[in-house]
């Protein structure tokens, strides 16, 4: 921790903050935190409970100089931001880790308890004598993680060159069941899970690519494009329009299925419709802060006047 | 602030309108449009009751419930009026409507202006804009009861003369020996003969003495901001100055919890407050 | 004391079922990522009795979503006219039954009572509301655990309160020690599913508590300090979780639903203070356009002015808004902090005179 601590205090030294993560004695886990001044940054930590992407924050920052410590997938979403002109590069400093992978903490606390401390080692994840197999408790994006290496980095902790150390493993529970569903199944199955949506918008705010967030049109009345009830049908159509404002933008870093508290698992959508993108542009969000995003390259003159919207 | 018996609002239902029919628009102003209302229930008509202050909720269904004060009088009981200045969803398609159109009204909410503890008291209004809307049904009232009160002034306020409304009020309240009613626009004006400068300035030149008065404002804020500041000169203290609050509201009835300042709903414990009130809440207008 | 076997608890809902109540029960959702939810239970269905539920009861009383009343446009022979027909409490009408409360969620309902069930004339109740109400009936599942989230004895009689309970259960061995706290709840215990015991109750979870003195004034004193608010909420994502989860949030929106051209619903659903539309006026003014400005409000409608006006805090310490924060936020520590902020001077009018 003494490097990160180090290395926080040094970029500090050339912004106004630096976003990391501290270790919360209620939660039992590390939870955000902002770092103004070398005092405060002595309490930062990185272990493999800091699930946060913390590029959230980079969008509502803007007018500062913000450091921010990054693992692999959250440094996608700052360069999926600066390809998108929504942040300046010169503004942000980089500090990239070397991720070990990331414990779905919600699973954990399920086996565990809230609050019971995390403890990661060999292979294991253990708390007050029960343990569970690392790659059991694993998020389900670092299972095969291809980009563990921070694309883009101004300073690095824990050697984080050229060592992909995600664990590998197969689609699992919900994933492997909804991959051989029928397409009837499918509609059913949405139906279902979007009963359950309250219109938190928790999904929307947790991501760092959904910057529109209170002109958003999952809400909006004009126009009305959804109901402003709780209703599986309004709630699914909200969430398709977010999801395909997030088609080539989406960088998989899951924070929206994280974040929602009654468990939808946006993610097999967005896989879906990131896979699908790769394959169509050749293009993987976050991945090349030069190159222009498939959908940013609507030219009005030539583009207009087609079949149209 | 005095709560009175709320006629046209249904005790067992309070989130459920009352439909209603437009009798009358008048075009006041380019942005303004005065609607006179009644209820298409005779006996809902006929009982309905409310005191100057207090407020109602136009449905455009489709498009959604807004609040307004009510303009006219209580003595007026042959409609139900309010003036409305386009401004957003609502508002916009409250201006659509036309004689004879449907709508539907939760009215009376809200507190109105403590009249009963006037009496005696010299009265100063102050209207500025879309503000003089509850003042016009405070003024007519107060007219209605001229015995009760002392000397009564009224000062209204708006950009230009186009930007007036009540033409025919005014007409009518200048020509009235007991009450001093000046209108003044901002700046000279090739169509206006009548007082210039700002309403905070054409007060504090008319002198209206403090004691034993009440000063009531409504308006933009920054108009309130300079008139309080005149009327704190006059001598006025924060107990004997009114005004009233906006604030988006949804239920009317408190219970929605989003029209507070701190911890008064505007909705249940306004529209009508003391400064003295006011300055004792938290800085959230 | 009477007691209730393990395996006679769906027996005992079942039979309520076979009355005509609907049974509501937390229990692990299919296909959620492990989510527990209070959900509809019928026989056979397995309940969760370990892990809190995700989402308070509430929704029990205060539907998500509900109609208000129907609106639509007739041809009379006085022309047209709008009929407005209001609709009934809909949803959970009849005799409901939520077994597996805690005690932080009996006790929401008495804090929400106090609002919506409040003496007419003083203010409006509300006749949904009421009605649900009076047809809840609530068993409550006395902690015996809890985790670092639960702060409920920093309010009333924190693990042992039994306001809001028809009936509790404490867990004992082989099944559950029942109390009855109400005629319904006395009326369910003396069923011969029950049989009479001599057992303890068990000992109660101990749970955090969280100093609350003074907390309502010192709310206003520190209303001002925007940079407090700042740096208390630079973590919050301002989504709406935290107050859908709690089980004594009870803001709510009303908006129109049209069907076909002209003729629709007015609806209500819940609204969350911390969203940037809730304040937005429609001429684009916000009074609460920051993070901070919703967050102090959150804080003091709880902590200040509800207890001012209605008597009771608007927190029952369950810990929801704690566990399922995707940023983290702990409002313990927030709370903590305002009480350990020196006051500010301020008023409503400092705003406008500085602007």
Same mark, same amino acid.
């Given at each position: 921790?003494?490097?990160?601590?180090?290395?926080?205090?040094?970029?500090?030294?050339?912004?106004?903050?630096?976003?990391?993560?501290?270790?919360?004695?209620?939660?039992?886990?590390?939870?955000?935190?902002?770092f103004?001044?070398?005092?405060?940054?002595?309490?930062?930590?990185?272990?493999?409970?800091?699930?946060?992407?913390?590029?959230?924050?980079?969008?509502?920052?803007?007018?500062?100089?913000?450091?921010?410590v990054?693992? $692999?997938?959250? #440094?996608?979403?700052?360069?999926? =931001?600066? /390809?998108?002109?929504?942040?300046e !590069? &010169?503004r @942000?400093? %980089? *500090?990239?880790?070397?991720?070990?992978?990331?414990?779905?903490?919600?699973?954990?606390?399920?086996?565990?308890?809230?609050?019971?401390?995390?403890?990661?080692?060999?292979?294991?994840?253990?708390?007050? $004598?029960?343990? #569970?197999a690392?790659?059991?408790i =694993?998020? /389900?994006?670092?299972?095969?993680c !291809? &980009?563990a @290496?921070? %694309? *883009?980095?101004?300073?690095?902790?824990g050697?984080?060159?050229?060592?992909?150390?995600?664990a590998?493993?197969?689609?699992?529970?919900?994933?492997?069941?909804?991959?051989?569903m029928?397409?009837?199944?499918?509609?059913?199955f949405?139906?279902d899970?979007?009963?359950?949506c309250?219109?938190?918008?928790?999904?929307?705010?947790?991501?760092?690519?959904?910057?529109?967030?209170?002109?958003?049109?999952?809400?909006?009345?004009?126009?009305?494009?959804?109901?402003?009830?709780?209703?599986?049908?309004?709630?699914?159509?909200?969430?398709?329009?977010?999801?395909?404002?997030?088609?080539?933008?989406?960088?998989?870093?899951?924070?929206?299925?994280?974040?929602?508290?009654?468990?939808?698992?946006?993610?097999?959508?967005?896989?879906?419709?990131?896979?699908?993108?790769?394959?169509?542009?050749g293009?993987?969000?976050?991945?090349?802060?030069?190159?222009?995003?498939?959908?940013?390259?609507?030219?009005?003159?030539?583009?207009?006047?087609?079949?149209?919207? | 602030?005095?709560t009175?018996?709320k006629?046209?609002?249904?005790?067992?239902?309070?989130?459920?309108?009352?439909?209603?029919?437009?009798?009358?628009v008048?075009?006041?102003?380019?942005?303004?449009?005065?609607?006179?209302?009644?209820?298409?229930?005779?006996?809902?008509?006929?009982a309905?009751?409310?005191?100057?202050g207090?407020?109602?909720?136009?449905?455009?269904f489709?498009?959604?419930?807004?609040?307004?004060?009510?303009?006219?009088?209580?003595?007026?009981?042959d409609?139900?009026?309010?003036?409305?200045?386009?401004?957003?969803?609502?508002?916009?398609?409250?201006?659509?409507?036309?004689?004879?159109?449907?709508?539907?009204?939760?009215?009376?909410?809200?507190?109105?202006?403590p009249?009963?503890?006037?009496?005696?008291?010299?009265?100063?209004?102050?209207?500025?804009?879309?503000?003089?809307?509850?003042?016009?049904?405070?003024l007519?009232?107060?007219?209605?009861?001229?015995?009760?009160?002392?000397?009564?002034?009224?000062?209204?306020?708006?950009?230009?003369?186009a930007?007036?409304?009540?033409?025919?009020?005014?007409?009518?309240?200048?020509?009235?020996?007991?009450?001093?009613?000046?209108?003044?626009?901002?700046?000279?004006?090739?169509?206006?003969?009548?007082?210039v400068?700002?309403?905070?300035?054409?007060?504090?030149?008319?002198?209206?003495?403090?004691?034993?008065?009440?000063?009531?404002?409504?308006?933009?804020?920054?108009?309130?901001?300079?008139?309080?500041?005149?009327?704190?000169?006059?001598?006025?203290?924060?107990?004997?100055?009114?005004?009233?609050?906006?604030r988006?509201?949804?239920?009317?009835?408190?219970?929605?919890?989003?029209?507070?300042?701190?911890?008064?709903?505007?909705c249940?414990?306004?529209?009508?407050?003391?400064?003295?009130?006011?300055?004792?809440?938290?800085?959230?207008? | 004391?009477?007691?209730?076997?393990?395996?006679?608890l769906p027996?005992?809902?079942?039979?309520?079922?076979?009355?005509g109540?609907?049974?509501?029960?937390?229990?692990?959702?299919?296909?959620?990522?492990?989510?527990?939810?209070?959900?509809?239970?019928?026989?056979?269905?397995?309940?969760?009795?370990?892990?809190?539920?995700?989402?308070?009861?509430?929704?029990?009383?205060?539907?998500?979503?509900?109609?208000?009343?129907a609106?639509?446009?007739?041809?009379?022979?006085?022309?047209?006219?709008?009929?407005?027909?209001?609709?009934?409490?809909?949803?959970?009408?009849?005799?409901?039954?939520?077994?597996?409360?805690?005690?932080c969620d009996?006790?929401?309902?008495?804090?929400?009572?106090?609002?919506?069930?409040s003496?007419?004339?003083q203010?409006?109740?509300?006749?949904?509301?009421?009605?649900?109400?009076?047809?809840?009936?609530?068993?409550?599942?006395?902690?015996?655990?809890?985790?670092?989230a639960?702060?409920?004895?920093?309010?009333?009689?924190?693990?042992?309160?039994?306001?809001?309970?028809d009936?509790?259960?404490?867990?004992?061995?082989?099944?559950?020690?029942?109390?009855?706290?109400?005629?319904?709840?006395?009326?369910?215990?003396?069923?011969?599913?029950?049989?009479?015991?001599?057992?303890?109750?068990?000992?109660l979870?101990?749970?955090?508590?969280?100093?609350?003195?003074?907390?309502?004034?010192?709310?206003?004193?520190?209303?001002?300090?925007?940079?407090?608010?700042?740096?208390?909420?630079?973590?919050?994502?301002?989504?709406?979780?935290?107050?859908?989860?709690?089980?004594?949030?009870h803001?709510?929106?009303?908006f129109?639903?049209?069907?076909?051209?002209?003729?629709?619903?007015?609806?209500?659903?819940?609204?969350?203070c911390?969203?940037?539309?809730y304040?937005?006026?429609?001429?684009g003014?916000?009074?609460?356009?920051?993070?901070?400005?919703?967050?102090?409000?959150?804080?003091?409608?709880?902590?200040s002015?509800?207890?001012?006006?209605?008597?009771?805090?608007l927190?029952?310490?369950?810990g929801?808004?704690?566990?399922?924060?995707?940023?983290?936020?702990?409002?313990?520590?927030?709370?903590?902090?305002?009480?350990?902020?020196?006051?500010?001077?301020?008023?409503?009018?400092?705003?406008?005179?500085?602007?």
């Amino acid at each position: 921790m003494d490097d990160l601590i180090a290395t926080i205090k040094q970029v500090l030294a050339e912004t106004d903050m630096v976003l990391g993560w501290t270790r919360s004695a209620a939660a039992g886990v590390a939870v955000p935190a902002r770092f103004h001044t070398p005092r405060e940054a002595e309490a930062a930590v990185f272990d493999s409970t800091c699930v946060h992407n913390l590029a959230v924050h980079l969008p509502r920052l803007k007018d500062r100089r913000v450091g921010i410590v990054a693992k $692999g997938c959250d #440094v996608k979403s700052i360069v999926q =931001l600066i /390809a998108e002109r929504e942040i300046e !590069r &010169d503004r @942000v400093r %980089v *500090i990239g880790v070397r991720c070990p992978g990331m414990v779905d903490v919600k699973k954990a606390w399920r086996c565990f308890g809230f609050g019971k401390k995390v403890e990661d080692a060999g292979g294991q994840v253990a708390m007050e $004598g029960k343990t #569970v197999a690392r790659e059991e408790i =694993l998020l /389900a994006k670092c299972r095969g993680c !291809r &980009d563990a @290496v921070p %694309v *883009i980095r101004d300073a690095a902790v824990g050697g984080v060159q050229g060592q992909s150390v995600a664990a590998a493993g197969e689609l699992a529970g919900i994933r492997k069941r909804f991959a051989s569903m029928s397409v009837d199944e499918r509609r059913r199955f949405w139906r279902d899970q979007f009963s359950r949506c309250i219109r938190c918008y928790a999904c929307r705010e947790a991501c760092p690519l959904c910057f529109c967030r209170d002109v958003c049109a999952m809400q909006t009345r004009e126009p009305h494009w959804t109901g402003g009830g709780v209703d599986a049908r309004q709630s699914e159509m909200a969430q398709l329009i977010r999801i395909s404002h997030m088609a080539g933008r989406c960088t998989g870093c899951e924070e929206c299925e994280r974040a929602c508290p009654v468990g939808i698992p946006l993610m097999l959508l967005l896989e879906e419709q990131n896979a699908l993108i790769e394959e169509l542009f050749g293009y993987r969000a976050g991945t090349d802060p030069e190159a222009t995003p498939p959908l940013l390259t609507f030219d009005a003159g030539k583009d207009a006047g087609g079949g149209g919207l | 602030m005095s709560t009175i018996p709320k006629k046209g609002i249904n005790a067992t239902t309070p989130l459920v309108p009352e439909p209603a029919t437009v009798v009358a628009v008048i075009q006041e102003t380019p942005a303004i449009r005065t609607y006179r209302l009644v209820f298409d229930d005779p006996a809902l008509m006929a009982a309905f009751m409310f005191a100057p202050g207090q407020i109602g909720l136009i449905s455009i269904f489709g498009a959604g419930e807004s609040t307004f004060a009510i303009s006219s009088p209580p003595s007026q009981k042959d409609y139900i009026q309010f003036s409305v200045m386009r401004t957003g969803a609502v508002t916009s398609a409250i201006h659509e409507l036309a004689e004879g159109d449907r709508v539907a009204l939760r009215a009376p909410l809200g507190c109105a202006f403590p009249v009963d503890s006037w009496k005696e008291k010299d009265v100063i209004i102050a209207g500025g804009g879309i503000g003089m809307a509850p003042l016009r049904s405070l003024l007519m009232h107060l007219l209605d009861n001229r015995g009760d009160f002392g000397r009564i002034q009224a000062f209204y306020g708006a950009r230009t003369p186009a930007d007036l409304c009540y033409a025919e009020d005014r007409a009518a309240w200048e020509a009235r020996a007991d009450v001093d009613f000046i209108a003044a626009i901002d700046a000279a004006h090739p169509d206006w003969s009548g007082r210039v400068g700002l309403l905070p300035g054409v007060l504090e030149e008319e002198q209206p003495p403090a004691a034993g008065a009440v000063a009531v404002i409504c308006g933009p804020p920054v108009m309130i901001k300079f008139t309080l500041q005149s009327l704190e000169r006059l001598g006025f203290g924060d107990q004997q100055i009114f005004t009233t609050l906006e604030r988006r509201m949804k239920c009317g009835i408190g219970l929605c919890g989003r029209c507070n300042v701190g911890p008064k709903y505007v909705c249940t414990d306004g529209p009508v407050f003391t400064l003295d009130e006011l300055r004792r809440l938290p800085a959230e207008l | 004391m009477r007691f209730i076997a393990s395996d006679g608890l769906p027996r005992l809902l079942e039979r309520l079922r076979e009355d005509g109540a609907e049974v509501w029960a937390p229990r692990v959702v299919r296909d959620t990522l492990n989510t527990v939810l209070f959900s509809p239970w019928s026989e056979g269905d397995e309940i969760e009795t370990g892990a809190y539920s995700t989402l308070s009861a509430k929704q029990l009383v205060l539907p998500a979503t509900e109609r208000l009343f129907a609106y639509r446009y007739r041809l009379t022979a006085e022309g047209e006219k709008i009929e407005i027909e209001a609709a009934g409490p809909g949803m959970h009408a009849g005799e409901t039954v939520v077994f597996g409360a805690r005690a932080c969620d009996a006790k929401a309902l008495g804090v929400l009572d106090a609002l919506f069930l409040s003496t007419p004339g003083q203010s409006y109740n509300d006749p949904h509301y009421r009605t649900r109400r009076a047809g809840l009936t609530v068993i409550t599942l006395a902690c015996t655990t809890c985790d670092s989230a639960c702060f409920c004895s920093s309010f009333g009689a924190g693990p042992a309160e039994t306001a809001g309970s028809d009936l509790i259960l404490y867990p004992v061995g082989g099944g559950y020690l029942a109390e009855g706290f109400s005629d319904r709840g006395r009326e369910l215990a003396a069923l011969d599913i029950f049989e009479d015991s001599s057992q303890e109750k068990p000992a109660l979870a101990e749970t955090a508590v969280l100093e609350l003195a003074g907390l309502e004034q010192k709310l206003l004193d520190i209303f001002d300090d925007l940079d407090f608010w700042r740096g208390a909420t630079e973590q919050c994502l301002s989504c709406g979780y935290c107050t859908y989860a709690c089980p004594t949030c009870h803001c709510f929106n009303i908006f129109d639903e049209m069907q076909g051209d002209r003729d629709g619903e007015r609806c209500r659903s819940w609204d969350a203070c911390m969203f940037y539309t809730y304040t937005l006026e429609t001429s684009g003014h916000n009074p609460r356009p920051e993070i901070a400005h919703r967050y102090r409000n959150r804080m003091g409608h709880k902590f200040s002015y509800y207890p001012a006006n209605q008597g009771e805090i608007l927190c029952t310490g369950c810990g929801r808004c704690i566990r399922g924060c995707p940023a983290g936020v702990d409002i313990r520590e927030v709370l903590k902090a305002a009480a350990a902020r020196p006051a500010t001077p301020g008023g409503a009018l400092q705003q406008e005179t500085e602007s």
